[in-house]
């Protein structure tokens, strides 16, 4: 059975379900127990599950990621936040050095259940530190899953699969879209690996994932008055990357276009827009194209529109890949 919920409701069920289903699963962070967390992710699961389980921590990423790193050596799974995006940097030597080579390091002998959540992204205004994409860093760093939720359904299920996981596994969680409302069904599973086809078409391929799947999805629906049919992905995991998926789709289409917030230098977009020529290039139509954050700093709040992309730019990469004149530019 269904039920209707904001996507930070369904993160808040996954957590509590998981804390129920196991009792090895305990989560750390800032703020996370008497309030709730900044953005009620955690609301009411210290008062249900106690201090022990979900646990106030001081201000200091690494020792949050250390921490964590002891109690998955003993046997737990720690569900590790991080309060905003732009605070994971004091905890990243931790992630990199400890909690993505271990299991490498003992040939097997230790796992790492370790969760990370991460709220990341723009789009709500914040001041400095509070609306960064860091999402290429850790999925360059080799023994870490990065995956990415789109939509409530989505985080449930995915929140689940992490938390279930033996790999240690970061979860990026698009904060401008905390509030989006969808069904839930808490009995659907999620794959970790596997990126998703939500919207069928002929004209071209339309990558996005976390925040801008649903600003893909709204072009898509806005490229038909102009008769064209963008089949639309959801990447979900960024590490490791779902090539197959988004391969089949470029043979169907013979277009790409790439889009996400994050700076587009050595990006994830410049990492399937590889793929994508290396495994498909005879059916390429056109060179693919990338809308991306442009390459400076997070802008303050009142620029970030201006920073994101949006359906115009979006739609003006369709419009070169398919040979049009670029109008909404010229417009």
Request: include cysteine; charge should be negative.
């Amino acid at each position: 059975m269904s039920t209707t919920m904001t996507m930070a409701a369904a993160l808040n069920a996954a957590l509590r379900d998981s804390l129920e289903a196991d009792e090895d699963v305990l989560l750390i962070g800032e703020d996370i127990g008497t309030l709730g967390g900044v953005f009620r992710i955690t609301d009411g699961l210290k008062e249900r599950f106690g201090a022990s389980r979900v646990i106030d921590s001081p201000l200091a990423e690494s020792g949050i990621i250390g921490t964590s790193v002891g109690m998955a050596y003993r046997g737990m799974r720690p569900v590790s936040e991080i309060q905003f995006d732009g605070f994971v940097y004091p905890g990243f030597d931790q992630i990199v050095a400890q909690v993505a080579r271990l299991h490498y390091r003992t040939s097997g002998v230790v796992q790492m259940p370790l969760t990370i959540r991460i709220p990341f992204g723009g789009g709500i205004g914040a001041v400095e530190h509070h609306s960064e994409s860091p999402e290429a860093y850790f999925a360059h760093t080799p023994g870490l899953r990065v995956v990415t939720v789109a939509d409530p359904q989505d985080a449930y299920s995915t929140m689940r699969a992490a938390i279930e996981c033996d790999d240690p596994v970061m979860v990026l969680e698009p904060k401008r879209r905390y509030w989006s409302k969808g069904e839930v069904d808490t009995s659907v599973t999620a794959d970790l690996s596997s990126a998703r086809v939500l919207r069928e078409g002929r004209d071209a391929t339309l990558v996005a994932y976390g925040p801008l799947v649903v600003t893909a999805l709204e072009a898509a629906v806005a490229a038909e008055d102009d008769g064209i049919d963008l089949e639309v992905i959801d990447l979900r995991s960024l590490s490791p990357l779902d090539r197959d998926t988004v391969a089949a789709s470029v043979r169907r289409t013979g277009r790409l276009v790439v889009t996400h917030e994050a700076p587009g230098n050595v990006s994830l977009s410049s990492e399937v827009v590889a793929s994508a020529v290396e495994d498909c290039f005879a059916h390429l139509e056109a060179a693919p194209e990338r809308v991306t954050g442009f390459d400076i700093p997070y802008p303050p709040g009142a620029l970030e529109d201006h920073y994101l992309p949006g359906i115009d730019r979006i739609l003006d990469a369709v419009d070169r890949t398919l040979g049009r004149r670029n109008s909404r530019e010229a417009a």
